[in-house]
């Protein structure tokens, strides 16, 4: 993995809650406010979930992109 790049496996509901809070973190970490940072947590909880629950395992890689 690149510096600033996390990756979470997914296979159960305590994954998504622990992708959920990393990507929390990182937002937070880099400058997101607290409302932005809640949104980009929903997201991946979203995605999480529905790696859960339609392909029952997976991985979410979430990395700072430099534009």
């Known amino acids: 993995m690149a510096a600033g790049e ?3 496996a997914i296979n159960s509901d305590q994954d998504i809650v622990s992708a959920r ?3 929390r973190l990182m937002a937070s ?3 997101f406010s607290s409302g932005d940072a809640t949104l980009i947590a929903t997201a991946i909880s979203e995605l999480a979930r529905n790696i859960v ?3 029952r395992t997976g991985h979410i890689t ?3 992109v430099k534009l």
Do not use: F, L, N
């Open 21 to 23: 809070q990393k990507g």
């Open 29 to 31: 970490e880099i400058g």
């Open 53 to 55: 629950s339609y392909a």
């Open 62 to 64: 979430i990395k700072t």
């Open 6 to 8: 996390i990756r979470v």
